[in-house]
């Protein structure tokens, strides 16, 4: 481990496969336009951990095919394969494999076009007190967590998918008496009306069919 890394950064994405990322804008994107965004979104998150001062950054992806490797050699990261039968249990396993007790570790998505790198910056500042941070989500629930020692209990009987979310990990973290610092709310890009948001914005370019 290079003595210059003070954090680790997971970027969860699914592989930009055609007819399995975004499906929910496949309707309006069409497979490969919906594929084409969850490659842009996966660029523009390892770029924004990349922006992060002594980070070392690793993409944790559901597929290890061609685009994918292409996507961690070209933005610098590690490629590692997500394990796990749900979202918590993947979550947990990245965890579990990754902190070393001497630096703390983030896990951010793909989805959230509007999360900054001084959103980053400010999660690792808040786990300086913090047992562990997340930033909530308007849909209930959260677009980064982090910690710097292990908390499984973060992760388990949490309705994934749904928007009790964020409530639930609230609930885990005061039954064991973890101090959660929570930063500014942001949101996921998922559906069509989120599309047009971050386009709007200036946050992704409109991929066509």
Not at 94 to 102: I, N, P, S, V, Y
Not at 137 to 153: C, N, Q, R, S, W
Not at 194 to 206: E, H, S, T, Y
Request: glycine share 8%; aromatic share 4%.
């Amino acid at each position: 481990m290079p003595a210059d890394v003070d954090v680790d950064i997971a970027v969860f994405a699914r592989a930009p496969i055609a007819g399995q990322a975004k499906t929910r804008l496949i309707p309006r994107l069409g497979a490969a336009g919906a594929a084409r965004l969850q490659r842009q979104l996966t660029v523009r998150a390892l770029a924004r951990a990349h922006a992060v001062r002594r980070a070392r950054v690793a993409l944790w992806t559901t597929d290890d095919d061609a685009d994918t490797r292409a996507l961690a050699a070209d933005g610098g990261a590690t490629l590692r394969l997500q394990r796990g039968d749900d979202l918590g249990a993947r979550m947990s396993n990245a965890f579990a494999e990754t902190l070393d007790g001497r630096r703390p570790m983030l896990l951010i998505g793909t989805d959230c076009p509007a999360q900054t790198a001084a959103d980053l910056e400010a999660a690792i500042t808040a786990l300086q007190d913090a047992d562990a941070v997340i930033q909530p989500a308007e849909d209930g629930g959260y677009v980064l967590v982090g910690m710097k020692t292990f908390h499984p209990a973060l992760f388990e009987q949490v309705p994934w998918g749904s928007d009790k979310v964020l409530a639930t990990t609230r609930s885990r973290a005061a039954g064991r008496r973890l101090r959660l610092a929570e930063l500014p709310m942001s949101w996921d890009l998922d559906r069509g009306e989120d599309l047009a948001r971050a386009v709007a914005l200036g946050l992704v370019d409109l991929p066509t069919k």
